[in-house]
């Protein structure tokens, strides 16, 4: 079985208008959420092997923080460019070239990719992956090319808002 956790970045911070959005930060709330679910991914204990981010700020700094509370080494992120406002084939290709001995992967980026990926791969049929919200994806298959909507056999969704 293969794990796939979609995670959109934390709450980011437009205060500062000349800054370029691959470099806005995250706001304290996106800073405070990140921990918050991240730490009930914890108790869910469905730890990725590897996470792979978006080199935006504010995907990366979510990553970081996930990857403290889930106690896994920094040097297991993976920074990809092609994950930076990208669509669901960019995306895809970016799963698909996970190694198949990797069973739980978990990935950082933005919307409105992020959500249309959740809608393409799962039947949670949501309207927006809210920022810091995890979908996690359970796939009856072996391999990475081949999940699927029809291989899906448990999802769940977590935000901070979610009791």
Same mark, same amino acid.
């Given at each position: 079985?293969?794990?796939?956790? @979609?995670?959109?970045?934390?709450?980011?911070?437009?205060?500062?208008h000349?800054?370029?959005?691959?470099? #806005?930060?995250?706001?304290?709330r996106?800073i405070?959420d990140?921990?918050?679910? %991240?730490?009930? +991914?914890?108790k869910?204990?469905?730890?990725?092997e +590897?996470? @792979?981010?978006?080199? %935006?700020?504010?995907?990366?700094? $979510?990553?970081?923080?996930?990857?403290?509370v889930?106690? +896994?080494?920094?040097?297991? &992120?993976?920074?990809?460019?092609?994950?930076?406002?990208?669509?669901? =084939?960019? @995306?895809l290709?970016? +799963?698909?070239?996970?190694d198949?001995?990797? =069973?739980?992967?978990?990935i950082?980026?933005h919307?409105p990719?992020f959500t249309?990926?959740?809608n393409?791969?799962?039947?949670l049929?949501?309207?927006?992956?809210? $920022?810091?919200?995890?979908?996690?994806?359970?796939?009856? $298959? =072996?391999?990475?090319? *081949?999940?699927?909507k029809?291989k899906? &056999?448990?999802?769940?969704? *977590?935000?901070?808002? #979610? %009791?």
């Amino acid at each position: 079985m293969k794990t796939l956790m @979609i995670v959109r970045h934390g709450k980011s911070d437009w205060e500062f208008h000349s800054v370029k959005d691959i470099d #806005r930060t995250l706001k304290e709330r996106g800073i405070n959420d990140g921990y918050f679910v %991240a730490n009930k +991914i914890l108790k869910k204990g469905v730890i990725p092997e +590897i996470i @792979i981010s978006s080199t %935006a700020n504010r995907a990366f700094h $979510t990553a970081l923080i996930f990857s403290r509370v889930l106690g +896994i080494k920094s040097a297991s &992120i993976i920074a990809d460019e092609s994950l930076y406002l990208s669509d669901v =084939d960019e @995306i895809l290709s970016v +799963i698909y070239a996970c190694d198949d001995s990797l =069973d739980r992967v978990m990935i950082f980026g933005h919307n409105p990719g992020f959500t249309e990926l959740t809608n393409y791969l799962s039947h949670l049929n949501i309207s927006n992956l809210p $920022t810091t919200g995890v979908a996690t994806l359970v796939f009856d $298959t =072996d391999s990475w090319t *081949e999940i699927s909507k029809s291989k899906v &056999i448990n999802e769940d969704i *977590e935000y901070p808002g #979610r %009791a």
